[in-house]
Each structure stands twice: as C-alpha cells, then as structure tokens.
Nanobody, 123 residues
Framework: QVQLVESGGGSAQPGGSLRLSCTASGYTSNNYCMAWFRQVPGKEREGVASFINSTTARYADSVKGRFTASKDNAKNTLYLQMNTLKPEDTAMYYC?????????????????WGQGTQVAVAS
C-alpha cells in the first residue's frame, strides 16, 4: 500500500526558510509522478511543485524562485526547500503521488496523498 508521510513543517518569520520532507513507502518514488500541494481552509488545494522527471520540477508562479523541490530516489524521499517565506505561504502542505503525465499541478492528477504538515509564516 502506498504511504506518504510529510514532516518538517512549523513556524517561520517572513523572509525565513523551512524544509519539508516526504517519505514514501509501498512503492518507489521514481515510478510515480510526485508533487507538492498546499491548502488553506476554505480554498482548493493548490499545486506548488510537480516533478517532470527525477531532477526537474514545474512550479506554481507564486513560489517560483523561492521554493525548490528535490528527490532522493535512494531514500524514496521528496524535499521542498522553501526560502523567502511570505505570510501567504501559510498552509497545510501535502505531498502526492500519481500515475500519468508528470508535471501536472492539478489535484485530479494524483491518487495518493500524505496527511500533510502545517506551515505558518508570521511576524
């Protein structure tokens, strides 16, 4: 059974950094399309970064130049390095896995989801 477990969330000040991790089990992450999403209450889940291949990710405009997604296939782990954080980055962050065309930022493209890790950015 596919399982995704996120960690690394917490609080940060504007301009600060956080690094999220997502460990996958039940499959190997290089066999699935992988992505990071985030969601705030009352809003739809938003795609943040989606891997096109093992080394290249597509990013939402709102995080380009600030967030960097990476994968360690040997550890079956994804990372999301978040720099220059803004209050509007406050959200629950999820990693996701799915089959099909990799690089999608659409929620419907992903079948498996982690439980999420909360990120709060405030002064």
């Amino acid at each position: 059974q596919v399982q995704l477990v996120e960690s690394g969330g917490g609080s940060a000040q504007p301009g600060g950094s956080l690094r999220l991790s997502c460990t996958a089990s039940g499959y190997t992450s290089n066999n699935y399309c992988m992505a990071w999403f985030r969601q705030v209450p009352g809003k739809e889940r938003e795609g943040v970064a989606s891997f096109i291949n093992s080394t290249t990710a597509r990013y939402a405009d709102s995080v380009k130049g600030r967030f960097t997604a990476s994968k360690d296939n040997a550890k079956n782990t994804l990372y999301l390095q978040m720099n220059t954080l803004k209050p509007e980055d406050t959200a629950m962050y999820y990693c996701a896995a799915g089959e099909g065309v990799c690089g999608s930022l659409a929620q419907r493209s992903f079948k498996y989801w982690g439980q999420g890790t909360q990120v709060a950015v405030a002064s």
